[in-house]
């Protein structure tokens, strides 16, 4: 059951951070290196990120 709960914790987490680096993205003021580090995402999922809200806008 623990392992339950850490992984939900785990995954609201991710999508917090992943929420937060596309308001960075549209945001325009860091880099996406930046972003990662601060939203402790990879590179590659903020570049990802970036890609999808580019097609939204």
Do not use: F, W
Not at 6 to 34: C, F, P, S, Y
């Amino acid at each position: 059951m623990c392992k339950i709960m850490e992984d939900m914790r785990n995954e609201a987490a991710q999508k917090a951070n992943k929420k937060t680096a596309v308001h960075l993205i549209k945001l325009g003021k860091m880099t996406l290196e930046e972003i990662a580090e601060a939203t402790e995402l990879s590179l590659d999922v903020v570049k990802e990120l970036e890609n999808q809200s580019m097609q939204l806008a």
